[in-house]
């Protein structure tokens, strides 16, 4: 874990941004963030960069912190144990909406979104011997006449209450391997991580590539959630998280990781093509789409 400690220190100070790693700053008086990622994807140093950025901006008003970062795979469900323990992980993001019931309830919510809605935005990943069939669609009644492909525990409810066929994977290797097999036309992943996301052992999967012409949207935004037993991390985040919004540090912040790999994605030029999400919550406000013509 040291190695990682020191990958994401080095990045931070390049970012500006002064967190505390060593083991002799880990005492009482200093705030104990405990954040664990699956991967180094830009995603995840994002998040990093911006849990630091709000707290570096609380520094004189709330004191120093302590940033304790690992990386491990865990399941949604483990990470769900140790949010609401508190001990190993306090702190995490999630996709959705807030519920009215049910385990979130335990958790803190940061209410301030992180990622602009880029989550819900989703470009297709296909076979590259199909794109002349995707330049035909236009509208959602064509594309849900073709199957889809989908990570188990990812929000394939979204796509089924729009009418797809979604056929769920275990994970990522073998959902590539199956697209390349054409068990299924497509695969839809968010535009901040679709790079990132179709590698089998390092390498760009053979037979694939990124359709050029369509963007699907639906509201899915991401928040921060802290662990119960850390009232104060979430008390300061909020206040940081706030002071960055409205100075418009965090839209530099999102610029720098993704504005790169959106252009890369001719966004603006694509066919958008809008579907519903049955969890969507009367607080979150409407997206009009506008900042996609930057790219």
């Known amino acids: 874990m040291a190695s990682v400690q020191v990958q994401v220190t080095r990045f931070l100070r390049l970012m500006g941004i002064v967190a505390l790693f060593s083991a002799a700053s880990a005492t009482g008086d200093v705030l104990q963030v405990k954040y664990i990622g699956n991967n180094h994807q830009v995603s995840e140093q994002y998040y990093l960069a911006l849990i630091a950025a709000a707290l570096e901006t609380t520094r004189a008003s709330h004191g120093p912190y302590h940033i304790n970062f690992s990386e491990q795979t865990l399941t949604s469900e483990r990470k769900h144990e140790l949010l609401i323990a508190g001990d190993a992980l306090n702190i995490d993001r999630l996709v959705g909406f807030p519920v009215a019931q049910g385990p979130r309830l335990k958790l803190l919510r940061i209410d301030q979104p992180i990622l602009q809605g880029a989550m819900g935005y989703r470009v297709l990943l296909i076979h590259k011997d199909n794109q002349a069939l995707f330049d035909k669609i236009y509208a959602l009644n064509k594309l849900r006449q073709l199957s889809m492909g989908f990570g188990r525990g990812w929000e ?39 790079e990132d996301n179709y590698l089998l052992d390092g390498e760009r999967a053979k037979n694939l590539a990124i359709e050029k012409n369509l963007l699907l949207y639906m509201p899915l935004p991401v928040y921060f959630y802290v662990s119960p037993n850390a009232p104060e991390l979430a008390e300061r985040l909020q206040s940081g998280l706030q002071t960055l919004s409205k100075s418009g540090a965090m839209d530099d912040l999102f610029r720098q990781h993704f504005g790169s790999r959106l252009q890369r994605l001719n966004l603006s030029k694509r066919r958008l093509i809008k579907l519903q999400n049955p969890d969507q919550s009367s607080d979150y406000p409407e997206q009009h789409h506008q900042w996609l013509g930057n790219y």
């Not at 959902?175 to 839809?188: E, G, I, N, T």
Request: proline residues 3%; neutral net charge.
């Open 156 to 194: 394939g409810h979204v796509y089924t209450h729009n009418q797809f066929a979604v056929t769920e994977s275990l994970n990522m290797t073998s959902l590539l391997k199956m697209l390349a097999a054409q068990r299924y036309m497509f695969v839809p992943l968010s535009i901040i991580e679709i």
